[in-house]
């Protein structure tokens, strides 16, 4: 049974810094049949799920226009965990944020690893408030 749980949410001032975590339990990442992208989605109240960052399973990141140079992805395969350091936050940051896995098809682009689609597991969510 795979289990994704986020942690590290919290309330910061404009330009302060957060890091989430992602701890994924049942995700087999050392199969040779089956490939894992991961990836962290945000909602705001009356929005939609947007993706902001994910990794694939070679190591390649894509990122939301929004948070470039500002927001880094990080992958730890032997403790099944994903990472989201976020600088220079915005109040347009607020939002709920989701950590996401799925299994990899075999022919996909850098964009859809930012679509819901892409996966299939989903965390509850932890929250981020970033004040002005």
């Known amino acids: 049974q795979v289990q994704l749980v986020e942690s590290g949410g919290g309330s910061v001032q404009a330009g302060g810094s957060l890091r989430l975590s992602c701890t994924a339990s049942?995700?087999?990442?050392?199969?040779?049949?089956?490939?894992?992208?991961m990836g962290w989605f945000r909602q705001a109240p009356g929005g939609e799920r947007e993706g902001v960052a994910a990794?694939?399973?070679?190591?390649?990141?894509s990122y939301a226009n929004s948070v470039k140079r500002r927001f880094i992805i990080s992958q730890d395969k032997t403790k099944k965990m994903l990472y989201l350091q976020m600088n220079s936050l915005k109040p347009e940051d607020t939002a709920m944020y989701y950590c996401?896995?799925?299994?990899?098809?075999?022919?996909?682009?850098?964009?859809?690893?930012?679509?819901?689609?892409?996966?299939?597991?989903w965390g509850q969510g932890t929250q981020v408030t970033v004040s002005s």
């Open positions: 990794i694939d399973s070679d190591g390649s990141r």
């Open positions: 049942g995700l087999n990442f050392d199969s040779a049949d089956i490939t894992i992208s």
């Open positions: 996401a896995a799925g299994e990899e098809p075999d022919v996909y682009d850098d964009q859809d690893l930012l679509t819901i689609n892409h996966y299939r597991y």
